[in-house]
């Protein structure tokens, strides 16, 4: 069974320059996440699809990222204006389940990540 | 705020020396908790989940245990192989199956 995939696997830019990256979640899993990780800390979920709609973004800076997963596929997280601090690994995960408050624990797969750095 | 720490930070072992690693938590409600392992320039991989106080699960060398506060993951007889980063996760009832995380603990087996 094919994993999670990401592209690009790196990525440097120059800060206020824009960035986009692409995950293909595995197939036939309906629930997306994207998941931020600085170097040295645990991954930090920035958004959540279910399908195509978004169920959580509550940690999302959303004055500067966007997401979308068009067709309950695949997935895109842009970031514009990209800022030092955004320098990290971004992280897509996909579960089989449909994500739901309360509903059964599901398992998150990751995929490689694409690391940013900005300078 | 939920909240999970890992220790220790790093763990140096000689192959075959055993250890535990550390996870402690702090949620409102547990759902699981996932351990993940995270090689060098790749994405976290799955190891296990616990759903519930005296649950124990075993994989290879790999020995997963969970109370109310904690969880450990114990290593028996390291190979050099096992070397990575162990993530500890939580999953909520309060959340969308969001997983939070504790920093890591970076392990390193020598020969």
């Known amino acids: 069974e094919a994993g999670v995939a990401q592209s690009p696997r790196y990525k440097i830019i120059e800060k206020r320059q824009s960035v986009a990256f692409w995950c293909n979640p595995i197939?036939?899993?309906?629930?997306l996440y994207w998941y931020q990780q600085i170097l040295g800390q645990g991954p930090k979920l920035l958004i959540q699809?279910?399908?195509?709609?978004?169920?959580?973004d509550s940690q999302l800076p959303k004055d500067r990222f966007s997401a979308e997963r068009l067709k309950g596929v695949d997935s895109t997280l842009k970031i514009q204006p990209a800022k030092l601090e955004d320098s990290a690994v971004y992280l897509c995960?996909?579960?089989f389940g449909l994500g739901l408050a309360g509903g059964p624990t599901d398992t998150q797969y990751f995929g490689p990540g694409t690391r940013l750095t900005v300078l | 705020e939920d909240q999970v720490t890992q220790s220790p930070e790093a763990l140096r072992l000689q192959e075959g020396e055993s250890s535990s690693l550390n996870c402690s938590y702090t949620?409102?409600?547990?759902?699981?908790l996932f351990w993940y392992r995270q090689d060098p320039g790749k994405g976290p991989e799955f190891l296990f989940t616990?759903?519930?106080a005296g649950e124990e699960k075993e994989k290879e060398r790999l020995k997963a245990t969970l109370t109310k506060k904690e969880s450990f993951l114990h290593i028996t007889a390291p190979k050099p192989e096992d070397s990575a980063t162990y993530l500890c996760?939580?999953?909520?009832?309060?959340?969308?199956?969001?997983?939070?995380f504790g920093t890591g603990t970076r392990l390193l087996v020598s020969p």
């Open positions: 995960a996909s579960s």
């Open positions: 197939s036939g899993h309906a629930t």
């Open positions: 699809f279910q399908n195509n709609g978004v169920v959580d």
């Open positions: 949620v409102s409600g547990l759902r699981g």
């Open positions: 616990l759903y519930s």
């Open positions: 996760a939580v999953q909520t009832d309060t959340g969308f199956q969001k997983l939070v």
